[in-house]
């Protein structure tokens, strides 16, 4: 049996998947076996993987899972959950595909576990790397091994420890599982691995660096940092792949890019998303050349006219809500230049909505999505609803804090508060 089990997870990093294979390869202590868990990848990645599957070490995993299922584990997580009764390893220990172990990690680790039979889980330092989109190193640190932890969670990386297969065990008899994937935990399960194994046994500290994390602008937790559970309606967004969907009425609407344009849409508006966040939407109608035609298909939160008519109309609610006056269209920061020009026969097949007046002390509708600044706090109305939404995720959602609206007291005391974005 071999000495070490090396589970690695692998998800659509083409650039940098072989350099995490080839520095379990290249390992300076050899009694290993790597179990390669790919969640579904492209075809790219898939390829890179097979070339490596001459080696009878290398064992190749692919989940077949489904992009509309991905939200409902933590994948990784269920990864390493289906990996683990797989390995035969007197260590286990983890891998993903944009990280990379220097080549006396093993050596290190199993020295020293087996040098200290008593010891269950050991961590290491890290260097962290960081690039921008053009992968260009911008910044670097390490992540030290400050010493004994019974609290290692938001200190060591999953891809820094090794534990023996025993704590493991002890886990799974205690839980029902090894890792805890619930969906929750997307983007933090090996913290809620870690509250699990300190039930059993401390993390002991080798104050050296024996791996290196390579962050890019793509990673999941880059992405989802300040990202709303609940991703607002009139949201652009794209995950992995360049599809562009629009978040209307909750449900994720692919938009073909000929149809930017003429919505009046811009690609600086498209929030990058994980795609667990993505496909947790289910999809709509796509936004294609038949919504100028079938007004049913229509995209909420869009302006319209008639080139022979000088009423400007809301879409809300699939309804066409009138603009009063300029003073209205400008009281909420509606800009000239986002107008779709469409026919009469069009408007008059939209259901009529409620007049969209001018701000005052005394108003009925607010129109969806506008971005609303009561004192130092920022809100966004739906259904006449004020939601609460903090500056960093305002700043992830790329709405600018000029445009914000801003109320008096008065006006502010009117609306019911939903729940915060």
């Not at 969640?39 to 490596?52: L, P």
């Not at 599982?177 to 809620?192: E, K, L, Q, R, V």
């Not at 039930?199 to 290196?212: E, G, H, V």
């Not at 903090?390 to 959602?397: R, S, V, Y």
Request: charge should be negative; charged fraction near 25%; proline fraction near 7%.
């Amino acid at each position: 049996m071999p000495t070490v089990s090396v589970i690695l997870t692998s998800y659509n990093k083409p650039s940098t998947i072989t350099k995490a294979i080839e520095s379990v390869i290249n390992q300076t202590f050899q009694d290993w076996e790597l179990f390669i868990m790919d969640d579904n990848s492209n075809n790219e990645t898939t390829q890179i993987i097979k070339r490596y599957l001459g080696d009878p070490r290398i064992q190749y995993f692919n989940s077949n899972i489904k992009d509309n299922e991905r939200f409902k584990t933590a994948r990784y997580a269920t990864l390493i959950n289906e990996a683990i009764p797989k390995t035969q390893g007197k260590y286990i220990t983890y891998l993903t595909d944009d990280n990379i172990f220097l080549p006396e990690r093993f050596e290190i680790m199993v020295n020293y576990l087996n040098q200290h039979p008593n010891i269950d889980i050991v961590y290491s330092e890290q260097h962290v790397k960081y690039f921008d989109d053009n992968f260009n190193l911008f910044d670097e640190g390490v992540r030290q091994a400050p010493g004994i932890l019974n609290q290692p969670v938001c200190i060591v990386d999953h891809c820094s420890v090794m534990h023996t297969r025993r704590i493991a065990d002890l886990v799974f008899h205690k839980y029902g599982s090894y890792w805890d994937d619930h969906p929750i935990n997307w983007g933090a399960g090996d913290a809620a691995f870690w509250v699990r194994l300190t039930q059993f046994q401390p993390f002991y500290p080798i104050k050296k660096i024996l791996d290196i994390a390579l962050k890019y602008r793509d990673s999941y937790q880059n992405l989802s940092s300040n990202l709303p559970y609940v991703i607002p309606n009139g949201t652009l967004v794209r995950g992995f792949k360049p599809d562009i969907y629009l978040i209307d009425q909750q449900r994720r609407r692919k938009i073909t890019e000929n149809m930017l344009n003429p919505l009046k849409y811009s690609e600086e508006e498209v929030v990058r998303i994980p795609d667990p966040y993505l496909f947790r939407y289910e999809e709509g109608i796509p936004i294609n050349h038949m919504v100028l035609i079938e007004p049913d298909k229509f995209p909420n939160q869009r302006l319209v006219k008639s080139p022979t008519n000088p009423i400007v109309y809301y879409i809300q609610n699939n309804k066409k809500h009138p603009i009063q006056s300029v003073e209205a269209f400008n009281n909420f920061k509606f800009r000239w230049d986002k107008i779709v020009e469409v026919n009469d026969e069009f408007l008059s097949k939209l259901p009529n909505g409620s007049m969209i007046c001018p701000l005052a002390n005394e108003i009925i509708t607010l129109p969806d999505g506008i971005l609303y600044q009561h004192q130092n706090d920022y809100y966004i109305c739906y259904n006449n609803h004020l939601h609460f939404i903090q500056e960093n995720t305002l700043n992830k959602l790329k709405l600018p804090k000029e445009n914000a609206v801003e109320m008096n007291n008065d006006l502010f005391s009117q609306f019911k508060k939903g729940t915060p974005i």
